[in-house]
């Protein structure tokens, strides 16, 4: 179990965000504990976190940035492309993956990061991300309450991720 109070997000892939820059950067760490579900099955002679939740903690270090950048103007944030994605090392049990996400770009509704995760000071896994900002009522009026209820959850999250932030 990962002690965190983050447990409503059962996919969350940040324990907690060290260092945040609106507009340009953020540092996350992602600490793998031995008892979570998916190290029965990947591999379990062999436990080591997939390589698409490594993918996962860049995408959402990426939208906390993104999110603190624009004071959560928008309620869905959709990984479009995550182009020249490179593994370079596993995680295990016991082990932190240091993640850094930073604005390369911005076009329109569209923002380019590049996301780096480290690992003992080698690089775990890096890619270019590419994300669309969005809302649910631009779709269907009707789904105004669904945005301002998704903008909030994603408030408390981000409070939560920063609470001690630069005291430890």
């Known amino acids: 179990m990962r002690p965190t ?9 940040l324990d907690k965000i060290t260092e945040l820059k609106p507009g340009e950067k953020i540092v996350a760490v992602r600490q793998v504990h031995d008892g ?10 062999f436990k080591v976190m997939p390589g698409v939740l490594m ?22 944030l959709v990984l479009r492309e995550a182009r020249n994605v490179k593994f370079g090392d596993f995680m295990r049990p ?3 993956l240091t993640i850094m996400a930073e604005f390369q770009k911005t076009d329109g509704n569209c923002v ?26 631009s779709k269907d009026p009707r789904l105004a309450d669904l945005d301002e209820f998704m903008r909030e ?16």
């Open 5 to 13: 109070g983050l447990e409503r997000m059962r996919f969350n892939q």
């Open 36 to 45: 979570e579900d998916y190290l029965r099955d990947h591999f379990p002679l």
């Open 55 to 76: 993918l996962e903690a860049l995408f959402q270090a990426s939208c906390c940035l993104i999110q603190a950048t624009d004071d959560f103007q928008h309620s869905l």
């Open 94 to 96: 016991g082990q932190c």
């Open 112 to 137: 380019t990061m590049k996301a780096t995760g480290m690992k003992d000071g080698n690089v775990a896994v890096s890619a270019k991300l590419i994300i669309s900002k969005e809302d649910l009522s």
């Open 153 to 168: 959850s994603k408030r408390q999250m981000l409070e939560k991720l920063t609470l001690g932030m630069g005291t430890d």
